[in-house]
């Protein structure tokens, strides 16, 4: 089962500041297909996860362009800048290349 | 538009089945697959299983054994019934599209 490690498991950052948030899979994410389905989910306290980017790069509907997704393979990455207090709880990469798999959870929260 | 929505009992006995329906509207479910997550409290998100378009399942390994996805399409329902429970499949329960999710079903295993 392919594995998904994201990093870190906590970010402090300061309002108006850049996050950035890593996950890197256990075997390459690109389907057969030639797509590859990484997409990276926000979720509040109390509340479902909300797909913020999906294959890779795609911001969703409604999805601010602070909000950055790249990579390729089997690394990626989630880039938040200007980050706003709407912006704090827990983002999961996920992947559903091969089956569904997320990554453990990187807590964001203001410094 | 897309909505899922989970329901099914509160309160479960160990060693006991669990039964979940997932009830979609704005979707239809022999052209879009449904998945079950479920989210203990205070940890991270673990994929369940998938029923696809066609009507194939597929199943997370570690819980293979104990679960069955099937669905309704005549009602817009899919249903989660996985048995022998114990205390350790006390969690949040959602079914979800990859972009839409449910709100979420509380499920506590206890005597």
């Known amino acids: 089962d392919v594995v998904l490690t994201q990093t870190p498991v906590s970010l402090l950052i300061s309002l108006g500041g850049q996050a950035s948030i890593s996950c890197r899979s256990s075997q390459s994410l690109v389907h057969s297909n030639g797509n590859t389905y990484l997409h990276w989910y926000l979720q509040k306290p109390g509340q479902s996860p909300q797909l913020l980017i999906y294959q890779v790069s795609n911001r969703f509907s409604g999805i601010p362009d602070r909000f950055s997704g790249s990579g390729s393979g089997t690394d990626f990455t989630l880039k938040i800048s200007r980050v706003e207090p709407e912006d704090l709880g827990v983002y999961y990469c996920?992947?559903?290349?091969?089956?569904?798999?997320f990554g453990g959870g990187t807590k964001l929260e203001l410094k | 538009q897309v909505q899922l929505k989970e329901s099914g009992p509160g309160l479960v006995q160990p060693s006991q089945t669990l039964s979940l329906t997932c009830t979609v509207s704005?979707?239809?479910?022999?052209?879009?697959?449904v998945s079950w997550i479920r989210q203990p409290p205070g940890k991270g998100l673990e994929w369940m299983g998938v029923?696809?378009?066609?009507?194939?399942?597929d199943y997370n390994s570690a819980i293979k054994s104990r679960l069955s996805i099937s669905r309704d399409t005549s009602k817009s329902q899919v249903f989660l019934k996985m048995n022998s429970l114990q205390t350790e499949d006390t969690a949040m329960y959602f079914c979800a599209r990859s972009d839409y999710w449910g709100q979420g079903v509380m499920v506590t295993v206890s005597s």
């Open positions: 704005g979707l239809s479910l022999t052209s879009n697959s």
């Open positions: 996920l992947q559903r290349t091969h089956k569904w798999t």
């Open positions: 029923i696809w378009s066609n009507g194939g399942t």
